[in-house]
């Protein structure tokens, strides 16, 4: 099954809801970076949040990332996504392991730390960025971007993400949902949201069989007359490339390519996304000074 988004809006005009599914996307970060079932876990739930917040962006050129800093083990998770679709990611440490927790989940919490800030950037092409964040509250990465929805953006949301890993480490199943409300939702629809998100089974394992978003949609929100209004595919892409790892170079200053001939002769230029490895020679290195 393809990995696709879905948005979606009560009759009323009251609530929205974003559901994603992206095992495929999820697998593909997964196997790029090497992943321990603990960091695939932490980077596929931060993957999945980017991808929907990228899918509520507006223009063409819009950014969004999402970066969490915790005192955990893992350090740092960053991930970047576009309105159209295409989402990358890192975790600072892909090889953290941790033992699971008393309830036999993957401890996320414990990698991420609870110590720390979550910052998002939104660029829409201003001069300057959005950068909005909050402090950590578990490190279970969803529970951190509600707060952070309600605290930097003032908008009251719920966030849910799983992923689950197979035996072979490979990723199962992937996905989550992001429900906003607007103005004048009713005390009355926001408590039967509560209870039904309450009361939902996990994530991960509707995806795991084999439900779709509209599916999922029906599933947790089924008392709620919802319409869905824009479905897209998604995919983890890196748009990394030769010119901009050039201009990254020539920032540096002429100084420092001059000390990379000096010294090396060479450079090689690791892109921290997809992992793809960019060589300059001696001659490369001088036609950028």
Same mark, same amino acid.
């Given at each position: ?8 809006i ?5 609530i ?5 599914t992206?095992s495929?996307l999820?697998?593909?970060g997964r ?12 980077l596929g739930?931060t993957l999945t ?13 819009d ?8 005192d955990?083990?893992?350090r740092t ?9 295409e989402?990358k990611?890192? $975790? ?11 309830n036999?989940?993957? /401890? ?12 998002v950037?939104?660029?829409?092409g201003m ?8 402090n950590?509250?578990?490190?279970e990465?969803? !529970?951190d971007l509600t ?5 930097s953006?003032?908008q009251?949301?719920a966030v849910n ?6 035996? /072979?480490?490979? $990723?199962?199943a992937?996905g989550?949902?992001?429900?906003q409300?607007?103005p004048?939702?009713?005390?009355e /629809? ?5 209870k039904?998100?309450q009361?939902?089974?996990?994530i ?5 069989r084999?439900?779709?978003? %509209?599916?999922i949609?029906?599933? $947790?929100f ?12 998604i995919?983890?892409?890196?748009d990394c490339?030769?010119e901009k790892? !050039?201009?990254?170079l020539?920032?540096?200053? %002429?100084e %420092? ?5 000096e %010294? ?9 996304f997809? /992992?793809?490895?960019y ?11």
């Amino acid at each position: 099954m393809k990995d696709y988004v879905i948005r979606a809006i009560d009759k009323k005009g009251t609530i929205r809801v974003f559901v994603a599914t992206t095992s495929n996307l999820v697998e593909k970060g997964r196997r790029i970076h090497n992943t321990t079932p603990t960091a695939t876990a932490a980077l596929g739930r931060t993957l999945t949040a980017c991808v929907m917040m990228g899918i509520m962006m507006k223009g063409e050129k819009d950014t969004v990332s999402i970066q969490l800093r915790g005192d955990g083990p893992i350090r740092t998770i960053l991930a970047v996504s576009n309105s159209k679709g295409e989402v990358k990611g890192y $975790v600072g440490n892909p090889l953290v392991d941790l033992p699971l927790k008393s309830n036999g989940k993957l /401890d996320v919490g414990g990698a991420v730390g609870k110590n720390g800030k979550i910052v998002v950037i939104k660029d829409i092409g201003m001069k300057e960025p959005y950068i909005g964040q909050s402090n950590l509250v578990s490190g279970e990465i969803a !529970e951190d971007l509600t707060h952070y929805f309600a605290y930097s953006e003032q908008q009251p949301s719920a966030v849910n993400l799983g992923v689950l890993v197979d035996k /072979d480490l490979s $990723v199962k199943a992937s996905g989550g949902y992001i429900v906003q409300l607007l103005p004048d939702t009713s005390e009355e /629809d926001i408590d039967r949201l509560e209870k039904n998100i309450q009361n939902s089974e996990a994530i991960s394992s509707l995806i795991a069989r084999d439900l779709k978003p %509209e599916d999922i949609l029906q599933s $947790v929100f089924g008392n709620f007359e919802m319409e869905v209004l824009e479905k897209k595919e998604i995919a983890f892409k890196c748009d990394c490339s030769r010119e901009k790892v !050039e201009s990254a170079l020539i920032s540096l200053g %002429e100084e %420092e390519i001059k000390s990379m001939i000096e %010294e090396d002769g060479k450079a090689e230029v690791v892109c921290h996304f997809c /992992d793809k490895k960019y060589n300059f020679s001696e001659e490369d290195l001088k036609s950028l000074i």
